[in-house]
Antibody, heavy 121, light 109 residues
Framework: EVVLVESGGGAVQPGRSLRLSCSVS????????LSWFRQAPGKGLEWVGF??????????EYAASVKGRVTISRDDSESIAYLEMNSLKSEDTAVYYC????????????WGQGALVTISS | SYVLTQPPSVSVAPGQTARFTCAGN??????VQWYQQKPGQAPVLVIF???DRPSGIPERFSGSTSGNTATLTISRVEAGDEADYYC????????????FGGGTKLTVL
């Protein structure tokens, strides 16, 4: 069974940093790209960034709204991906999801349950 | 950047057919996905590649595209289908690779 589990969410003060983890099981993590998304309270889905598999260089891409403040990395030996965010703002308050990416058109076929990040002083 | 437009809400009675539209320039040339999201839960992929269903998704769910509009159709709607539905495309030429519509809330009367 494919499972993704986010962790590391919580309340953070503006300007601080946070690292979320996405632990996966049920598939060979190293064979897949992984993407991060977020959903602000009462709002729709927004893409944050993704990391390709090592076969495709393990390179990353980021949404314009977070570029420069976000770093995505992966540890294939531990089947974990990370999302590091710095200089957090109130508008970063959201539920953050990780998702497994499949195919050449980058379909996200499985999602984690989400981790709530609240930015507040 | 690429934009997908969805109506905010759709209401249907149980047993009827619900249709969700997703408008985007040239959407017929893109791979369209649809996600179902129930309150407090993660999104679930219900349609990919315009009209393919992942295993476990009922045949009542189908997709199509015509012109600049993609459509998700749910036949014989059930109370358990009540959720938000998001369309999504992959756009490697824009600032945001994964583009989502604003979502449509399905209310089962």
């Amino acid at each position: 069974e494919v499972v993704l589990v986010e962790s590391g969410g919580g309340a953070v003060q503006p300007g601080r940093s946070l690292r979320l983890s996405c632990s996966v099981s049920g598939f060979t993590f190293g064979d897949y790209a992984l993407s991060w998304f977020r959903q602000a309270p009462g709002k729709g889905l927004e893409w944050v960034g993704f990391i390709r598999s090592k076969v495709y260089g393990g390179t990353t891409e980021y949404a314009a709204s977070v570029k420069g403040r976000v770093t995505i990395s992966r540890d294939d030996s531990e089947s974990i991906a990370y999302l590091e965010m710095n200089s957090l703002k109130s508008e970063d308050t959201a539920v953050y999801y990780c998702g497994r990416v499949v195919g050449n058109d980058y379909v996200v076929d499985y999602w984690g349950q989400g981790a709530l990040v609240t930015i507040s002083s | 950047s690429y934009v997908l437009t969805q109506p905010p809400s759709v209401s249907v009675a149980p047993g009827q057919t619900a249709r969700f539209t997703c408008a985007g320039n040239g959407i017929g040339s893109k791979s369209v996905q649809w996600y179902q999201q129930k309150p407090g839960q993660a999104p679930v992929l219900v349609i990919f590649h315009e009209n393919d269903r992942p295993s476990g998704i009922p045949e009542r769910f189908s997709g199509s595209t015509s012109g600049n509009t993609a459509t998700l159709t749910i036949s014989r709607v059930e109370a358990g289908d009540e959720a938000d539905y998001y369309c999504q495309v992959w756009d490697s030429r824009g600032d945001n690779f994964w583009v989502f519509g604003g979502g449509t809330k399905l209310t089962v009367l």
